[in-house]
């Protein structure tokens, strides 16, 4: 308790001074001119969605062998919780926050003060207004339709997501219940708010314009359909993973995942492939953002990760990128090329969120989803 | 000193014997308990939030959010708790009564199950039951070729079974403890006037060890409706939901005032369940079978059955014990979940990191986080068995020793309560309450404290409900005579009491340090980047799809967990050489 003390008492000594030299330049500040104060501060704590932080960490840490990252696996649920309890206890474990699940980060952490935005002025330029605003956003993740390539080496077995409410899918589409992952709950939600969409594809698949049978609308026609079609709920995207993707498989069924676990199809033996042809869209495209907290212990440090987070100047954005330089994730940066293996980002289809539209309606969906349930 | 610390006769006089007590530990279960749920019922009460209350038990929602898993949740809750009754009880009969072969084998592999925690085991049964319908690979019976129907890969039925696995060694405890303290004399009495083994069950064991057979029922009941994983990991594909996984995902989702308000029913229905029982005990007034004399009855001669009997328990306890484990430990080896049983490398556990292998994560010997939170799971195990058993010695003996009176009845309920509350829903209470500063006390959000001062609430029924069982059955006349002879509160307790009921304390310190070891419930919440514990380190992996890793570091668990039980067996037997025989 003492040594957590002295170290608090430490920490809060190197804000004040920190503060008090940075006279608000601090976010001005290139990498270099960062970098004697983040070694001042020693480390640096960075709440992340992925695991992939790991590889984070030993790159870094390797990049600035002064500095200690310390990388925590937390889903953006329970970051955002987390955050939550951590502001009401007025304490600030996290320096930086990589989360996704945005429409609910926005109104409940960045308006409420418990995180704040930053830009690396080094790539200011080279990321689109929208990815810098409200919230950093470092690439694009997915939650879409991925089948399985080995059953179906012609290409995706559907073509139109009201397909999967067929006899012939029935028991056979699986996904994580979307009341205990924020980003299927996302993808629900713009189901709803696509509805225009999802009248037009009911065409193209029955022939006849949609009855919506109490229904207020297409998108959430289609979600009760999907349900009573003995839709399957499993915990994690792994579970749907392993579901849709393993090898060997007779007649796998499909599921909503993301994009970039196709990059694990060697290690784990699985065939995903994303169902990108499919009618209106395959699912969602979602940001990935990167903040910080509103008052971080190692301010420097923390500017320091996120500007290594974004990237260098080689040609696929060097070690800081490499975990996410895969194909199925789409970096913001204009000046890195798009992965050769992956589905141009102009050709994918999955629609993009619009997080405060998506906020505006994602209770009342949620609470359709459980009397689905 | 201590002779005139508590008992003072002056005070006596004023409040009646035991008030000073009865009110300092009232106080401290208020504090540790009450408040904290007093917190969350506050919290549904603000006008935002309010409304959860119609939309959970009268609205729209309300068939799923609430009506369908309480059914599902009392079903467990009866099925189970009725199962671990009877399984454990008649483990606990065949060990401690009966001349079974290799009863201490018996004994030893009945603990077994309460310490593999119950995700665990969830995930074993569906390595080896998962039929098709998730698509992916099946479980190794399927891939044997015996089609598994969805009733038996999913939902009730394996929830069922599963948590019965788990529990009935709680229960095992629990009875045998009871069984190991039945007084000799009255054994004995019956035997020379004739009574048959049958008889002297009925007559004699199953009325001494009643309020023990109540406390493992409730206990189990309360564990089986709480539990959240094996539900979770079992119920979803077919989606059956119980309070708790509702509770979970209502809190998951930042529905925490829909999650609260379920939680609140759910320790309201379980409190109701958990009275009937205490109604049931408290119709008796003395259950004191250690007394100042009497020794240990032969043991009932099996004769034919002995045999039989040994493979019925057998079967059961290999399913509960050895098979999860088989699982575990080959899943920490194989790279591939879908050949469990080739390719085995030791890289979970002591590779180095390499970037091309499971994203560079080293093994856990290497992995500096696993190590850090090995010690502080260690630390917060022997803290709160420490904390918990001090806590639960002074409530058991107070409600014991001055049973009259609103103050002990108030002390037992409250002492209860956490039981009915989910280990989540306590947790998210617990930051509501000390996670942020009250007057001039700190916030304690992210301290070891908290985790010990949660735990040791949360876990409080154990170390009560144990404790009381044996401090009921230390005969009062020994702490009378010691009274006459002038010995005080403390001098009684720590010559007399303690002594006598090491064994039952020692039994709630293991099971308190085995609960907080593996426990994931309560510490998911509580849990902080800076003060991780074994168990959510373990999750976090598994969710992640490191089942490796995660296993590894079940297996670990495990052998904390049962090396702890073994020294505290170890200790028992030789505090009290008169059980040898």
Same mark, same amino acid.
């Given at each position: 308790?003492?040594?957590? @003390?002295?170290?608090?008492?430490?920490?809060?000594?190197?804000?004040?001074?920190?503060?008090?030299?940075?006279?608000?330049?601090?976010?001005?500040?290139?990498?270099?001119?960062?970098?004697?104060?983040?070694?001042?501060?020693?480390?640096?704590?960075?709440?992340?969605? @992925?695991?992939?932080?790991?590889?984070?960490?030993?790159?870094?840490?390797?990049?600035?062998?002064?500095?200690?990252?310390?990388?925590?696996?937390?889903?953006?649920?329970? =970051?955002?919780?987390?955050?939550?309890?951590?502001? =009401?206890?007025?304490?600030?474990?996290?320096?930086?926050?990589?989360?996704?699940?945005?429409?609910?980060?926005?109104?409940?952490?960045?308006?409420?003060?418990?995180?704040?935005?930053?830009?690396?002025?080094?790539?200011?330029?080279?990321?689109?207004?929208?990815?810098?605003?409200?919230?950093?956003?470092?690439?694009?993740?997915?939650?879409?339709?991925?089948?399985?390539?080995?059953?179906?080496?012609?290409?995706?077995?559907?073509?139109?997501?009201?397909?999967?409410? @067929?006899?012939?899918?029935?028991?056979?589409?699986?996904?994580?219940?979307?009341?205990?992952?924020?980003?299927?709950?996302?993808?629900?939600?713009?189901?709803?708010?696509?509805?225009?969409?999802?009248?037009?594809?009911?065409?193209?698949?029955?022939?006849?314009?949609?009855?919506?049978?109490?229904?207020?609308?297409?998108?959430?026609?289609?979600?009760?359909?999907?349900?009573?079609?003995?839709?399957?709920?499993?915990?994690?995207?792994?579970?749907?993973?392993?579901?849709?993707?393993?090898?060997?498989?007779?007649?796998?069924?499909?599921?909503?995942?993301?994009?970039?676990?196709?990059?694990?199809?060697?290690?784990?033996?699985?065939?995903?492939?994303?169902?990108?042809?499919?009618?209106?869209?395959?699912?969602?495209?979602?940001? /990935?953002?990167?903040?910080?907290?509103?008052?971080?212990?190692?301010?420097?440090? /923390?500017?320091?990760?996120?500007?290594?987070?974004?990237?260098?100047?080689? =040609?696929?954005?060097?070690?800081?990128?490499?975990?996410?330089?895969?194909?199925?994730?789409?970096?913001?940066?204009?000046?890195?090329?798009?992965?050769?293996?992956?589905?141009?980002?102009?050709?994918?289809?999955?629609?993009?969120?619009?997080?405060?539209?998506?906020?505006?309606?994602?209770?009342?969906?949620?609470?359709?989803?459980?009397?689905?349930? | 000193?201590?002779?005139?610390?508590?008992?003072?006769?002056?005070?006596?006089?004023?409040?009646?014997?035991?008030?000073?007590?009865?009110?300092?530990?009232?106080?401290?279960?208020?504090?540790?308990?009450?408040?904290?749920?007093?917190?969350?019922?506050?919290?549904?009460?603000?006008?935002?939030?309010?409304?959860?209350?119609?939309?959970? %038990?009268?609205?729209?929602?309300?068939?799923? +959010?609430?009506?369908?898993?309480?059914?599902?949740?009392?079903?467990?809750?009866?099925?189970?708790?009725?199962?671990?009754?009877?399984?454990?009880?008649?483990?606990?009969?065949?060990?401690?009564?009966?001349?079974?072969?290799?009863?201490?084998?018996?004994?030893?592999?009945?603990?077994?199950?309460?310490?593999?925690?119950?995700?665990?085991?969830?995930?074993?049964?569906?390595?080896?039951?998962?039929?098709?319908?998730?698509?992916?690979?099946?479980?190794?019976?399927?891939?044997?070729?015996?089609?598994?129907?969805?009733?038996?890969?999913?939902?009730?039925?394996?929830?069922?079974?599963?948590?019965?696995?788990?529990?009935?060694?709680?229960?095992?405890?629990?009875?045998?403890?009871?069984?190991?303290?039945?007084?000799?004399?009255?054994?004995?009495?019956?035997?020379?006037?004739?009574?048959?083994?049958?008889?002297?069950? &009925?007559?004699?064991?199953?009325?001494?060890?009643?309020?023990?057979?109540?406390?493992?029922?409730?206990?189990?009941?309360?564990?089986?409706?709480?539990?959240?994983?094996?539900?979770?990991?079992?119920?979803?594909?077919?989606? &059956?939901?119980?309070?708790?996984?509702?509770?979970?995902? &209502?809190?998951?989702?930042?529905?925490?005032?829909?999650?609260?308000?379920?939680?609140?029913?759910?320790?309201?229905?379980?409190?109701?369940?958990?009275?009937?029982?205490?109604?049931?005990?408290?119709?008796?007034?003395?259950?004191?079978?250690?007394?100042?004399?009497?020794?240990?009855?032969?043991?009932?001669?099996?004769?034919?059955?002995?045999?039989?009997?040994?493979?019925?328990?057998?079967?059961?306890?290999?399913?509960?014990?050895?098979?999860?484990?088989?699982?575990?430990?080959?899943?920490?080896?194989?790279?591939?979940?879908?050949?469990?049983?080739?390719?085995?490398?030791?890289?979970?556990?002591?590779?180095?990191?390499?970037?091309?292998?499971?994203?560079?994560?080293?093994?856990?010997?290497?992995?500096?986080?696993?190590?850090?939170? +090995?010690?502080?799971?260690?630390? %917060?195990?022997?803290?709160?068995?420490?904390?918990?058993?001090?806590?639960?010695?002074?409530?058991?003996?107070?409600?014991?020793?001055?049973?009259?009176?609103? &103050?002990?009845?108030?002390?037992?309920?409250?002492?209860?309560?956490?039981?009915?509350?989910?280990?989540?829903?306590?947790?998210?209470?617990?930051?509501?309450?000390?996670?942020?500063?009250?007057?001039?006390?700190?916030?304690?959000?992210?301290?070891?404290?908290?985790?010990?001062?949660?735990?040791? $609430?949360?876990?409080?029924?154990?170390?009560?409900?144990?404790?009381?069982?044996?401090?009921?059955?230390?005969?009062?006349?020994?702490?009378?005579?010691?009274?006459?002879?002038?010995?005080?509160? $403390?001098?009684?307790?720590?010559?007399?009491?303690?002594?006598?009921?090491?064994?039952?304390?020692?039994?709630?310190?293991?099971?308190?340090?085995?609960?907080?070891?593996?426990?994931?419930?309560?510490?998911?919440?509580?849990?902080?980047?800076?003060?991780?514990?074994?168990?959510?380190?373990?999750?976090?992996?598994?969710?992640?799809?490191?089942?490796?890793?995660?296993?590894?570091?079940?297996?670990?668990?495990?052998?904390?967990?049962?090396?702890?039980?073994?020294?505290?067996?170890?200790?028992?037997?030789?505090?009290?050489?008169?059980?040898?025989?």
């Amino acid at each position: 308790m003492a040594r957590l @003390t002295a170290k608090r008492l430490g920490a809060i000594g190197i804000l004040l001074s920190t503060a008090a030299l940075a006279d608000g330049h601090i976010d001005d500040m290139t990498a270099q001119e960062l970098l004697p104060r983040a070694q001042e501060e020693g480390s640096v704590v960075v709440y992340s969605f @992925t695991s992939r932080i790991g590889r984070v960490e030993t790159a870094f840490e390797e990049a600035y062998p002064d500095i200690d990252l310390q990388g925590f696996d937390i889903s953006s649920t329970e =970051q955002i919780a987390r955050l939550k309890a951590e502001a =009401q206890a007025g304490v600030t474990n996290a320096d930086v926050i990589y989360i996704s699940d945005t429409p609910v980060v926005l109104t409940e952490l960045l308006e409420t003060g418990i995180i704040a935005p930053y830009v690396p002025p080094r790539v200011t330029d080279r990321v689109p207004e929208e990815y810098r605003s409200p919230l950093l956003a470092q690439r694009l993740s997915t939650k879409v339709l991925m089948y399985n390539e080995e059953s179906n080496p012609d290409g995706a077995p559907i073509d139109n997501l009201w397909a999967l409410t @067929t006899d012939d899918w029935r028991g056979r589409v699986v996904m994580v219940d979307p009341l205990q992952r924020g980003d299927y709950l996302d993808l629900m939600t713009e189901i709803v708010l696509r509805s225009d969409e999802m009248s037009t594809a009911y065409e193209a698949q029955f022939g006849h314009a949609i009855d919506l049978d109490g229904a207020t609308s297409a998108g959430e026609r289609f979600i009760i359909d999907l349900f009573d079609n003995d839709l399957i709920l499993v915990g994690s995207t792994d579970d749907v993973n392993v579901a849709v993707g393993a090898m060997g498989q007779d007649n796998p069924p499909v599921g909503f995942t993301s994009y970039s676990d196709r990059r694990d199809n060697a290690d784990e033996g699985w065939a995903l492939q994303v169902a990108n042809d499919v009618i209106p869209a395959p699912g969602i495209i979602f940001p /990935a953002v990167l903040a910080l907290a509103s008052e971080p212990q190692n301010p420097a440090a /923390a500017r320091l990760v996120i500007d290594f987070l974004m990237g260098d100047e080689t =040609q696929t954005g060097g070690p800081g990128l490499a975990p996410f330089y895969v194909a199925g994730d789409y970096v913001t940066r204009t000046d890195i090329p798009p992965h050769p293996d992956a589905v141009p980002l102009d050709d994918f289809t999955a629609w993009r969120i619009a997080p405060t539209e998506t906020a505006k309606i994602r209770a009342d969906i949620g609470d359709l989803v459980l009397t689905l349930q | 000193m201590a002779d005139t610390a508590v008992g003072g006769q002056g005070r006596r006089v004023l409040f009646g014997p035991g008030t000073v007590l009865k009110t300092v530990v009232l106080a401290i279960l208020v504090a540790l308990i009450v408040l904290p749920l007093l917190r969350t019922v506050l919290f549904t009460l603000q006008p935002d939030t309010i409304h959860a209350w119609s939309d959970v %038990l009268s609205g729209r929602l309300s068939t799923n +959010l609430f009506y369908k898993p309480l059914g599902n949740t009392l079903l467990i809750g009866v099925v189970v708790s009725t199962g671990c009754i009877l399984l454990g009880g008649f483990l606990a009969w065949l060990v401690v009564m009966t001349n079974v072969p290799f009863r201490k084998t018996i004994g030893v592999m009945a603990t077994l199950p309460f310490m593999i925690p119950s995700f665990a085991a969830a995930l074993a049964w569906s390595a080896l039951f998962r039929n098709d319908r998730v698509g992916g690979q099946v479980g190794w019976v399927q891939g044997m070729g015996i089609g598994i129907p969805d009733w038996l890969a999913w939902g009730i039925v394996p929830t069922l079974i599963v948590l019965t696995l788990h529990y009935f060694s709680l229960a095992f405890t629990i009875i045998a403890a009871a069984l190991a303290t039945v007084n000799s004399d009255l054994v004995e009495a019956a035997q020379i006037a004739g009574a048959k083994g049958r008889r002297i069950l &009925m007559g004699i064991v199953l009325p001494v060890t009643l309020p023990a057979l109540v406390a493992a029922g409730s206990l189990c009941f309360a564990g089986a409706v709480s539990n959240f994983a094996t539900p979770a990991l079992l119920g979803l594909p077919v989606r &059956m939901q119980t309070l708790s996984t509702r509770l979970f995902g &209502m809190i998951e989702v930042g529905q925490v005032g829909r999650g609260y308000v379920i939680g609140i029913l759910l320790v309201l229905i379980s409190a109701a369940f958990l009275w009937v029982g205490n109604r049931l005990v408290s119709g008796r007034r003395s259950y004191a079978t250690i007394t100042g004399k009497g020794g240990r009855a032969k043991r009932f001669d099996l004769r034919g059955a002995r045999w039989p009997l040994f493979a019925l328990a057998m079967v059961v306890l290999v399913a509960a014990t050895v098979v999860p484990v088989i699982v575990l430990v080959a899943s920490s080896l194989a790279p591939s979940s879908a050949n469990l049983f080739s390719g085995w490398t030791l890289h979970y556990w002591i590779g180095q990191s390499d970037p091309g292998f499971a994203q560079g994560i080293p093994g856990i010997a290497y992995n500096a986080d696993i190590v850090r939170a +090995l010690t502080i799971t260690l630390g %917060l195990g022997a803290a709160v068995a420490f904390s918990g058993m001090f806590v639960g010695l002074l409530a058991s003996y107070t409600t014991a020793r001055y049973r009259e009176g609103w &103050m002990s009845a108030a002390i037992m309920q409250v002492g209860f309560l956490p039981l009915l509350v989910p280990g989540i829903a306590f947790g998210a209470a617990y930051i509501a309450y000390l996670g942020a500063p009250i007057g001039p006390l700190p916030a304690l959000y992210g301290t070891f404290a908290l985790l010990v001062i949660a735990a040791t $609430a949360y876990l409080l029924p154990f170390s009560v409900q144990t404790g009381r069982a044996v401090i009921q059955q230390v005969g009062g006349e020994l702490e009378e005579s010691a009274r006459m002879t002038g010995a005080g509160f $403390a001098r009684r307790l720590s010559a007399i009491t303690i002594p006598l009921a090491i064994r039952g304390l020692t039994a709630g310190g293991i099971l308190i340090f085995v609960k907080i070891v593996r426990d994931l419930s309560l510490v998911v919440l509580l849990f902080t980047p800076t003060m991780p514990v074994l168990s959510v380190v373990a999750y976090r992996y598994a969710s992640e799809g490191f089942a490796q890793f995660a296993n590894a570091i079940t297996v670990v668990i495990l052998f904390i967990s049962i090396a702890a039980s073994l020294l505290a067996s170890g200790l028992q037997s030789k505090s009290q050489p008169w059980l040898q025989n």
